[in-house]
């Protein structure tokens, strides 16, 4: 190799090499991050145009280098609080999404190298089908699916009532695809390449208007509906820090703020504590008395609860004697919430959807080393809930999803239809100490609340306790990292189930059905190509 080839290979590669910077900044620079609270989301629209201009100027092996690189470097970037939690935490999901983009990009390569012309259609569909596969399984992860970056754009945001989220992802993804056709088709760049496949842009522009037409005449009108006031508290405590003098502490801080909200007129009907906010076992130290101090707790509690005319929900670990596999009994426990009314235990959720290696790890037995490293790491494991409960109490008919579980669109879709007329979220992302953290959870729950039109709110540890109205429209939020209760009151709507309600994630898979079409195709075609081509070979 001459030394001018080598000094032009160098600075390909280094051009490569701040493509891949340029659009991890982009990916994590449209979401909620350390500079800006609410992310930038017009930087999502062209966030992927340095990855699909990368793809068409590699190989296809080293697509593959490519796509490790940039998933390992956008996650570790848009994701970076994972650290705080373990530091363990951010290497697993960096080696995850290398793993995945090391998948992606050598089909994306095939996209185009099967469809020159139109690859980049092809690219899109297996864009979304991508957003939503990783979604699903043990590994599922929704942070960081594009159409969650639209968050505050309410009109844009309404069609999640039809499509989910993977409605606005579709719409925020082609442009990224489409602009790096053009870049791929001309060069240098001309004003004209971005013209050569009108028809496509116009059916996007549709879409796209279509969108915002819709978005601007389906949000629901509550004006006349009936309301709930509920108390949500925001202790400000990481509640698992600590033995049995810091639960009292907290327990006296979560009493003295319900206290507030309840001395308020008109008192709420509902007073909300975030996940496992209480942490000693209530059913458990009722039930067998092992601990006296944890007794004595749970007892000082139930006292107080039986005193109050209002109901109170309550996230906490509930913990009871099964037999296990081998035929013994042993304590299982369950990340839960409880209904209390006067004391007594009125209802109970058990968390359906479990994190990933932090609360379930289903390979025990396949992966033992794996298994004894978390149990090592003081990992707590739950067991995984069976019934997407609807509470029912003085009137009111709510699901709680349990922090985690508020970012997938099918759980809240199962407990609207199960009859919730609103969404009561606990969650604890104290543990993070990060506002983007924090920031990125809520921009999910807003497509809870808009993908089934109903009223939603968030009772956490540190924030972000808020109460969200069936178009996405954050009422009332409280300020994070502080000690507050929160009274809001939300509308009771129950309009007809929208077409998500009732048909959920069909977007994404009616994506990749075509996509996996256009990939048979195009194979088949390239074969007949191949062997025409032989054919004229030989008669030459």
């Known amino acids: 190799m001459t030394l001018s080839n080598s000094r032009r290979g160098l600075g390909a590669f280094f051009i490569r090499l701040a493509a891949i910077i340029a659009a991890s900044v982009l990916f994590a620079g449209a979401f909620p991050n350390l500079l800006f609270k609410n992310g930038l989301p017009f930087l999502a629209w062209v966030a992927y145009v340095p990855i699909f ?264 670990d509930d913990a009871r004697l099964e037999v296990n596999e081998r035929g013994e009994w042993e304590r299982v426990d369950y990340n839960g919430v409880l209904l209390f009314d006067r004391g007594e235990i009125a209802g109970l959720y058990r968390k359906l959807h479990l994190v990933p290696f932090t609360e379930h790890f289903p390979y025990r037995k396949q992966l033992p080393w794996v298994y004894d490293a978390l149990v090592n790491a003081d990992t707590h494991f739950w ?50 100490k990060s506002l983007p953290a924090q920031m990125q959870h809520l921009s999910m729950a807003v497509f809870r609340a808009v993908e089934n039109r109903r009223s939603m709110v968030r009772s956490t540890a540190s924030g972000q306790t808020c109460a969200i109205d069936p178009n996405g429209k954050i009422l009332a939020m409280a300020e994070p990292f502080t000690e507050s209760q929160l009274t809001v009151e939300i509308p009771i709507v129950t309009p007809p189930p929208s077409l998500y309600t009732r048909y959920g994630d069909f977007l994404p898979p009616l994506c990749m059905t075509v996509a996996l079409f256009m990939l048979l195709a195009g194979v088949f075609l390239r074969i007949i190509k191949s062997n025409q081509k032989g054919r004229n070979y030989e008669s030459a």
């Not at 009109?155 to 925020?172: E, M, R």
């Not at 999803?401 to 609207?416: A, H, K, Q």
Request: with cysteine; hydrophobic share 45%.
């Open 383 to 432: 067991k995984k809930g069976e019934e997407a409960t609807v509470f029912e109490t003085r009137g009111l008919k709510f699901s709680s999803p349990i922090c985690f579980e508020d970012t997938f669109g099918y759980l809240t879709r199962d407990f609207v239809k199960n009859g919730a007329e609103f969404i009561v979220n606990l969650s604890n992302d104290a543990w993070s």
């Open 53 to 316: 201009w990368l793809i068409s100027q590699v190989s296809l092996g080293a697509s593959v280098f490519w796509g490790a690189l940039y998933g390992y470097a956008a996650y570790g970037l848009f994701n970076y609080w994972l650290s705080v939690f373990h530091p363990l935490a951010g290497l697993i999901v960096g080696l995850i999404y290398l793993g995945y983009f090391a998948v992606l990009f050598p089909l994306l390569k095939i996209a185009v190298l099967l469809f020159p012309k139109r690859g980049y259609i092809l690219q899109w569909l297996l864009w979304i089908g991508f957003e939503y596969l990783r979604t699903q399984g043990f590994l599922g992860y929704p942070y960081g699916i594009t159409g969650y970056s639209q968050w505050g754009m309410l009109p844009l945001i309404q069609i999640s009532a039809v499509f989910g989220v993977w409605g606005v992802s579709a719409l925020v993804v082609f442009p990224s695809v489409y602009i790096a056709a053009a870049l791929k088709d001309s060069r240098p760049p001309s004003l004209k390449a971005f013209f050569r496949h009108p028809l496509a842009a116009l059916l996007w522009g549709c879409g796209l208007t279509g969108a915002l037409i819709y978005g601007f005449v389906s949000p629901v009108d509550y004006s006349s509906a009936p309301a709930a006031r509920i108390a949500l508290i925001q202790h400000n405590t990481d509640p698992w820090r600590g033995g049995i003098s810091e639960y009292r502490k907290n327990y006296e801080v979560l009493k003295r703020l319900s206290e507030e909200a309840l001395a308020k007129k008109p008192a709420p009907d509902l007073v909300v504590w975030s996940e496992t906010a209480f942490v000693p076992r209530i059913y458990w130290h009722t039930t067998y008395r092992d601990d006296p101090p944890s007794y004595a707790l749970v007892k000082e509690l139930l006292d107080y609860l039986a005193q109050q005319d209002v109901p109170f929900v309550i996230g906490n």
